[in-house]
């Protein structure tokens, strides 16, 4: 029998089926509440609803085994899983099994509302069963509300094989988002390559995509293929695509709009069957303003918008990447993972981050080899972030305290069994030379102390290695 338009809801929390069955009763939907996963199975041998509304902890059979024996007995029915153990692990199992949608506590009214509407419209559509099992990968940690809002994004995505823009500043994890993207795809067996056009040199971006013939220009002594060509089937990962050159982004619109690309030098066109998913931490509209990235370039890859933000705007993830970054850098190093103290930990959480969580990252490791004891203490903290605390801003600390912040940085490294430092220290000079004179060669090079061959010689080296 149909249960035509009921919603059915289930959670062991009174309080919570109350609120939905409200807000659902309010916008014209019967429900149906059910306290527990079985109750509602027995149920669904008789009935059939429009759609389920899970909790995924209950006592008894909790929500992602009910979801499975939903879809053995009805698979039509999509389910929404809520849960309050919001990370993308239960998000992705739940999508793996076919939920609909995952909704993570709390939740706002709209948003289950709209959820509610777009689940029962898809049953004209393809059937939520028919959804490709798929392991879950973990791997993005986040609680904050913001960092939902990505993994939704993912969890939408993934069946589909449109462009992503994933938006952030450097080290917030997109490359990690672009990498969850292709393993929840249909192309997850194929390749995900992943680019980054600020560190290829200009002249061979162009042959880097495409590939080029032999004999294509000088030095091109034999065929090579390039990364679209490696990708095929797969996912194109694009890093830094507002450095893109405008003659390379001219081959690049005219390979998403016909489908297929030559090699350089080449006459026979390649299909291209590559998904793109482009990254920058820059304003790409303020560079289509700008006359520096081209509109119609702009519209292809925009089409979904993924904003990863910095780490300070989201603090209350820091203690939990800071576990997971701790235990990692333990396992790595063979040792015990050393425990953080609770003031240790606020100083961290009152730091800026510019690096975001991949600086987070490397201070768990630094402690992890730095600090004396088992625990960290707050004296234990790497300088900048100890230093920030006490000075106030970057702008406002003393730029000559940068001879003591190089020494601990050394003494880090050796303690990790670093090596090469010099070439380290030398492009970071370079970039921060460059970035001081608003990229003007000349003046870097004067205030390197260099020639501006030289410094045109460094960064070519740069760019090659
Ligand atoms: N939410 C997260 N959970 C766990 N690890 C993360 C998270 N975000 C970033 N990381 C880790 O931080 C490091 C930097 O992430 P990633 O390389 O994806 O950043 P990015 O935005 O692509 O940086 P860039 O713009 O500099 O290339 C990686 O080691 C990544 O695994």
């Not at 689940?119 to 069963?129: F, K, L, M, T």
């Amino acid at each position: 029998m149909s249960d035509t338009g009921v919603i059915w809801i289930v959670d062991d929390d009174r309080s919570i089926r109350w609120v939905l069955e409200k807000a659902l009763s309010g916008a014209g939907y019967e429900t149906r509440g059910f306290e527990q996963a079985d109750d509602l199975l027995e149920a669904l041998q008789s009935w059939e609803p429009a759609a389920i509304l899970s909790d995924i902890r209950m006592p008894g059979m909790d929500g992602l085994t009910l979801l499975g024996k939903v879809h053995e007995l009805r698979p039509q029915v999509p389910v929404i899983i809520m849960t309050a153990h919001s990370d993308l692990d239960s998000a992705v199992n739940a999508y793996g099994v076919g939920a609909f949608e995952y909704l993570p506590k709390p939740f706002d009214i709209d948003e289950v509302l709209d959820q509610v509407q777009r689940a029962v419209a898809s049953r004209d559509g393809e059937s939520a069963a028919q959804r490709e099992v798929r392991g879950a990968d973990g791997g993005i940690i986040g609680e904050a509300p913001s960092m939902q809002g990505v993994f939704r994004a993912i969890g939408r995505l993934a069946r589909s094989n449109i462009s992503v823009l994933i938006n952030g500043e450097s080290g917030t994890g997109k490359e990690l988002v672009a990498q969850a993207l292709h393993q929840h795809s249909p192309r997850a067996q194929q390749t995900f390559i992943a680019l980054n056009m600020a560190a290829i040199p200009r002249e061979l971006m162009e042959s880097e995509l495409f590939g080029h013939e032999k004999g294509a220009f000088t030095g091109a002594q034999s065929r090579r293929m390039g990364r679209f060509e490696q990708a095929q089937g797969g996912t194109l990962f694009l890093d830094e695509i507002g450095d893109m050159p405008p003659e390379a982004q001219t081959r690049l619109l005219r390979v998403l709009a016909d489908g297929e690309f030559y090699r350089v030098g080449g006459v026979s066109p390649i299909r291209a069957d590559v998904r793109i998913v482009a990254a920058t931490h820059q304003d790409l509209e303020l560079l289509v303003e700008q006359g520096r990235f081209r509109e119609d370039l702009f519209h292809r890859l925009n089409v979904i918008r993924i904003q990863i933000p910095p780490l300070r705007e989201r603090r209350e993830d820091i203690p939990l990447l800071m576990d997971h970054f701790l235990s990692r850098a333990a396992e790595e190093l063979g040792v015990p993972a050393k425990i953080l103290r609770a003031d240790a930990l606020e100083r961290l959480e009152a730091f800026s981050w510019p690096g975001n969580v991949r600086q987070l990252e490397n201070t768990a490791r630094w402690l992890t080899v730095m600090a004396s004891g088992q625990e960290i203490h707050p004296q234990d903290l790497p300088p900048e972030i100890l230093e920030s605390a006490e000075a106030g801003p970057a702008e406002s600390r003393d730029a000559e305290d940068w001879e003591s912040v190089l020494g601990f940085w050394v003494e880090r490294r050796h303690a990790a069994g670093g090596e090469g430092l010099m070439a380290e220290v030398e492009a970071a000079m370079i970039r921060a030379a460059l970035k001081a004179t608003a990229g003007r060669r000349q003046d870097a090079a004067r205030l390197l102390g260099w020639g501006r061959n030289t410094l045109t010689r460094k960064l070519k080296e740069l760019e090659g290695s």
